[in-house]
């Protein structure tokens, strides 16, 4: 299949299925009703609703980057999305308790063909890198679960979550997370990308107090899969701030061995019947890379750029934590946490990591290095149902007030977060966003339905208390067997506080999912 016709085949495949399956919900495909389809396409159409006028807006010092000048109204984003899951039970037709899972997804972006002429030139400019990040075919998940007894074993492709927070991930940091196509603006659930891995899980039955108690473990070989966060290309919508002028970035990914593998382990129950616990510690990789400055002063003093280096590095990191979940009766809500301990996280230190920077001022050639520190993160959260009568007579408003928290004890007044706030004319000395020992972010998300269900208005307001947020206004309709919904992201506040660093992304979406 060629990939500059994959949405075609997404059209065709989904109008197939549909035509077969009127209604939104699976259909079974042999009369032993052993083999199950189902599936989804969205479609998402996205507007910029201001002017870029941050670090874009400086014209690039270097002959192969395009800077992209966005203008409110373009047209950023043409995400189409297709998911075909399929589920075949062999315990149906024999005595095996075994299941194979398979998805297919399907991707294809059209903003850069057809979308803001900005973009337009991004794409001529370098076809290969854009289209292969616009276009995709892949099998999403494909694992087979083997049960037997209070034993189940799951091998192959598939998601690892261990979290229970909503918006930013703080125990959940086992699957890497996909922010090149939208990053917050975008569900949580829908940024995980799976691992190839084997999962076992061991019901350990009831101990007094503690009921289904059980173990799960996760290992994901180095030397058989290695996934990390995709990196944005250099002038696509989503990619992170960045400067305008030089560096050059350069991923580097560890070996492929068993050092380089995640794996993880879990125990989790209920204690008295209304409070789920869990602890855990795993190993892992940050969705964010080091970074480390490399200068080649031969390459630099002949007047190319590529001698001034950003080097990408992905380094592993171990968390202990857990998390836990209780329904309150006296207050009729959940109360749910998550707690974890970061073991020598990379750290930033424009110091450190840009020390080579010192070339450029003194002519002095000094090495980069990678710090490290620990990071205790946890999150506190409500969820409440309550009614309002006066303005929904019929089903209740849904309220979740969330808090995440980040205690940095190895803190230095040094440390910056690695978005830097470039200055043409500062290149040796440029500015970054501060991080403090403490951060502190709070959300709120409301959400009620009307029209028995198929009306979902909701808003969510994410704000750092030291001055910057977004906010996402929402309304969603359903009819059987479509979804449409209308989405707005805006942020406010200062745009060195995270998330202000994105103050200029304002924008604008109309999604439409059908569902088969």
Same mark, same amino acid.
């Given at each position: ?323 836990? #979940? ?7 809500? %959940?109360?749910?946490?998550?707690? =974890?301990?970061?073991?020598? @996280? !990379? &750290? ?103 029209? #028995? ?7 969510? %307001?994410?704000?750092?208390?030291? =001055?910057?947020?977004?906010? @996402? !206004? &929402? ?24 998330p202000g660093v994105l103050f200029d992304s304002d924008q604008v979406a109309f999604i439409a999912t059908l569902m088969f």
């Amino acid at each position: 299949m060629k990939q500059k016709n994959i949405f075609i085949y997404i059209v065709l495949i989904s109008a197939l299925v549909w035509c077969a399956a009127p209604h939104a919900s699976a259909r079974y495909y042999n009369e032993a009703q052993s083999l199950e389809i189902r599936g989804q396409i969205t479609s998402k159409l996205t507007f910029k609703t201001q002017d870029t006028k941050g670090w874009f807006t400086q014209p690039s010092m270097v002959p192969d980057r395009i800077t992209p000048q966005l203008d409110a109204w373009d047209i950023i984003q043409h995400r189409n999305l297709a998911y075909i899951e399929m589920d075949y039970d062999f315990s149906k037709q024999s005595e095996h308790d075994v299941q194979l899972h398979a998805t297919g997804r399907f991707l294809y972006d059209g903003a850069y063909e057809y979308g803001a002429d900005a973009l337009q030139r991004v794409r001529e400019f370098d076809a290969k890198t854009i289209d292969d990040f616009t276009r995709d075919a892949d099998i999403w998940e494909l694992y087979a679960n083997i049960t037997r007894g209070p034993w189940l074993l799951r091998v192959g492709r598939q998601k690892i979550s261990w979290g229970k927070t909503d918006v930013f991930p703080m125990l959940d940091r086992i699957m890497p997370i996909d922010n090149t196509y939208g990053g917050l603006f975008e569900s949580l659930d829908d940024r995980r990308i799976p691992l190839w891995a084997l999962r076992t899980t061991y019901n350990l039955g009831d101990f007094g107090s503690i009921s289904s108690l059980g173990i799960d473990a996760f290992w994901e070989p180095g030397f058989v899969d290695q996934q990390f966060a995709p990196q944005s290309p250099w002038g696509t919508v989503y990619n992170f701030p960045q400067p305008s002028p030089p560096p050059y970035p350069q991923v580097i990914k560890p070996d492929g061995d068993m050092d380089s593998s995640r794996w993880g382990f879990r125990l989790q129950g209920i204690l008295f019947n209304n409070l789920d616990l869990s602890l855990a510690h795993y190993r892992t990789y940050p969705n964010d890379p080091a970074l480390k400055l490399r200068i080649d002063p031969e390459i630099l003093m002949q007047g190319d750029f590529h001698g001034l280096v950003v080097e990408k590095h992905f380094k592993q990191v171990d968390i202990t934590g857990g998390s836990f #979940s209780y329904f309150s009766s006296t207050i009729e809500a %959940v109360i749910r946490g998550e707690l =974890g301990y970061f073991w020598d @996280e !990379p &750290a930033f230190d424009p110091n450190q990591n840009f020390a080579a920077l010192a070339f450029l001022s003194t002519g002095q050639l000094v090495e980069s290095t990678i710090p490290e520190w620990d990071v205790l993160r946890f999150s506190l959260a409500l969820d409440k149902p309550f009614w309002i009568r006066s303005l929904n007579e019929r089903s209740m408003f849904n309220l979740t007030i969330e808090s995440f928290n980040e205690y940095y004890p190895d803190y230095k007044d040094s440390f910056k977060l690695p978005a830097p706030i470039w200055d043409v004319n500062k290149l040796a000395n440029p500015d970054f966003v501060d991080v403090n020992k403490w951060e502190h972010t709070v959300i709120a998300n409301l959400y009620t339905s009307y029209w #028995s269900g198929k009306l979902t208005p909701s808003v969510l %307001v994410a704000y750092n208390l030291d =001055g910057a947020g977004f906010w @996402e !206004p &929402a309304i969603e309709y359903r009819m059987d067997p479509w979804k449409f919904k209308v989405q707005y992201d805006g942020v406010f506040g200062d745009k060195d506080i995270p998330p202000g660093v994105l103050f200029d992304s304002d924008q604008v979406a109309f999604i439409a999912t059908l569902m088969f």
